[in-house]
């Protein structure tokens, strides 16, 4: 069963159309990277996956026990949140809130699956530490592990690597990948990278206000959006 379908979606702001004819179709485990132009509509439908946004027309349905409220959603950061004043622990401990919805306090269940996510993402020695005194690798591995709090099934991820040097970000993607790859967790990732997303995604969705291509990774390489796009990278 399909973990996403998406079927002739369109998405409108004060009665203008910003995307149009979106087709596409998600299993567990795929990792689908969104790629276009600044204002090609991938914000918008990442708000329409959130539930954000509604679409104009079409529908979004979640299969396999997914719902809207149960995505791990990694946003880009603004200079706010990069000075947010908590601890990491704290930072953490707050994806929890959409998942479980206990009350005001948190449960041990919660504390402990901080703790694990933590661990994972190598920031436990970090717990107590301010967020906003972390360096911004650092940062990023924090918010991964909030985004796992609230979710084991799939994570939306909306430009991830953004003000990152090369060499974090491919630990960030090395990351994300081995999320993928070992523990089943389905991947949506908004990139402007074509490079280290590219080699690891299975599908591409290229939008550029309506749908130019939904494939696999090797048709979209093969394909004229692709080629275009990328500028003849065979090799990526």
Known sequence: MAQIQCTDLSFTYDGVTVAE?????????????????????KSTLVRGLLGLKAPAAGTITFGDGLFARGIGYLPQQ???????????REVVLSG????????????????????????????????????RELSGGQQQRVRLARALCATGELLLLDEPTAG????????????????????GITVVMVSHDT????????????????????GTREDYLASEAGKSFLGGLSDV
């Open 21 to 41: 004819g979106i087709n596409f179709t998600l299993k567990k485990g795929d990792y689908l990277c969104i790629v276009g132009e600044n204002g090609s509509g």
């Open 78 to 88: 603004t200079h706010l949140q990069k000075d947010f004043p908590a601890s990491v």
């Open 96 to 131: 929890c809130i959409g998942r479980f919805g206990n009350g005001l306090f948190y449960t041990k269940k919660e504390k402990q699956l901080a703790a694990y996510h933590m661990e994972k993402m190598g920031i436990s020695d970090l717990a107590g530490r301010c967020y």
């Open 164 to 183: 990152l040097d090369p060499i974090v970000s491919r630990e960030l993607y090395a990351m994300i990948e081995h999320l993928n790859k070992t523990e």
């Open 195 to 214: 490079g280290a997303p590219f080699y690891a995604a299975s599908h591409v969705l290229h939008l550029k206000h309506s749908q130019l291509f939904f």
